[in-house]
């Protein structure tokens, strides 16, 4: 019995390499044939290999293919309410690295070089959403990184390295497709340091980060850790060449109108202001937003000089609030409205719960973001009880939506 099982192992082999089944650790059986489990591994290899470079010569930048400058504004414009200036500025500048990268080596003695943007605007005038919303069309890798957990090198908190990670990981760990591939940082501002004059103490998350980030925005070969993190010395890096890499940078900059009010010799509020500076629009200083209002604040002007193209976004007023609220694409009622409806259920809104909503979060001082906690408070309830429920239909009205925001204490969501 035993040689008979001993015999069967010996004639069944794999159909690619020969070797019988006591040679392989074990073979998988199909209808006219087997594979062991070092071809199927090579195989899967292959395989790997094929769709990388099927990928690769899919992902080939044709400049007749690329999306023009408006193409890519129209396409923000579905998703993002207003924001004219820096909208053309972002697609400006994303055209302009795709051109780059077609640039043909060696065949001219112009090098084009690369133009990093800086954009400066108020919390929830929506620099963020921007870099999500172009993060869908483009034909190279994108990832967006938030400053605040850089620190530098030994302490605690992550290396300016690895901002470059989710580059990679973005990339598939493709080096050659994260070195031509965008990074959006966020919170740009929190590294700043604290006033304008050379910091005379340690500062881990400031004046250092800057200074590390030198390297990243001019173009340089970066040691970068494959898992993030803190680089330790038994650790392998992956050597990245930032010189064909597009930076752009966003952060609110809280309280940089007084220096851009400073030297416009104006004041934010108040009677006093001369004459002459009559024509200076006060509710948006943030237009007249100048290198040196940066260094005022806290950037170094090595940092600043490696951002040259410098944006702005404007505050939100009502009427871009209520926009916001219904028109793009992904709309925060459209969301709701979805929602209800894969429970079979219509969700309507009355028209004056709209303007209700607006005028809270005004109110309260939420910008954008506050709208949707202030819809979610709103709906709770129903979200809470129409599942359990067999009703179609549900209308939200004005004396519903008072009602739940008086039950809720909304002050909470108030913005310090």
């Known amino acids: 019995m035993e040689e008979n099982n001993k015999s069967s192992r010996t004639k069944r082999r ?80 994303v055209y302009n690295h795709y051109k780059r990268l077609l640039q043909p080596k060696g065949e001219s003695d112009v090098e084009i070089e690369k133009s990093n943007i800086i954009m400066v605007g108020s919390t929830g005038t ?40 989710r580059l990679l990981q973005v990339a598939d760990y493709n080096v050659a497709e994260a070195e031509r591939g965008i990074v959006f940082i966020d919170e740009i501002d929190k590294i700043a340091r604290k006033g304008d004059n050379p ?88 237009q007249y937003i100048a290198p040196q209002d940066l260094k005022a604040f806290g950037l170094i002007p090595e940092i600043i000089g490696r951002l040259p193209v410098l944006t702005y976004l404007n505050p939100l007023d009502r ?17 709701y409205v979805k929602l209800f409806e894969m429970d079979g259920v219509k969700l309507e809104f009355q028209p004056e719960v709209f303007d209700y909503i607006v005028d809270k979060a005004i109110e309260y001082k939420l910008g954008a973001r506050g709208l949707r906690s202030i819809v979610e408070t709103i709906i709770t309830d129903t979200m809470f009880e129409i599942p359990s429920q067999d009703v179609k239909h549900f209308v939200v009205t004005l004396d519903y939506a008072k009602a739940q925001i008086g039950k809720a204490n909304l002050s909470r969501l108030q913005m310090a």
């Open 14 to 93: 794999c159909s690619f390499c020969g070797r019988s089944e006591s040679e392989v650790g074990f073979l998988i059986t199909g209808i006219n044939g087997c594979i062991c489990d070092s071809c199927a591994e090579q195989a899967h290899e292959i395989v790997q290999e094929a769709l990388n470079q099927k990928k690769k010569a899919a992902g080939e930048l044709n400049l007749n293919e690329l999306p023009k400058p408006k193409e890519i504004k129209s396409f923000l414009d579905q998703y993002v309410i207003g924001q004219d200036d820096a909208k053309r500025y972002l697609s400006v500048a």
């Open 126 to 165: 929506g620099k963020t959403l921007l870099a999500r919303t172009i993060a869908k069309l483009l034909h190279v890798p994108f990832t967006i990184v938030d400053a605040t957990v850089l620190t530098e090198a030994g302490y605690v908190g992550e290396d300016i390295e690895s901002i470059l990670t």
């Open 199 to 286: 910091s005379i103490t340690r500062d881990v998350s400031g004046e250092g980060v800057q200074q590390g980030l030198l390297k990243l925005l001019e173009g340089s070969v970066v040691n970068v850790p494959p898992q993030g993190g803190r680089k330790h010395p038994d650790q392998k890096m992956i050597p990245v060449d930032t010189k064909n890499i597009l930076f752009i940078c966003g952060g609110a900059f809280d309280g940089i109108e007084r220096k851009i009010a400073q030297r416009l010799n104006t004041n934010v509020v108040g009677y006093n202001a001369a004459k002459e500076q009559v024509k200076i629009d006060r509710s948006n200083l943030m």
């Open 319 to 335: 009427n871009a609030l209520r926009s916001i609220l219904t028109e793009p694409k992904n709309s925060i009622i459209k969301q």
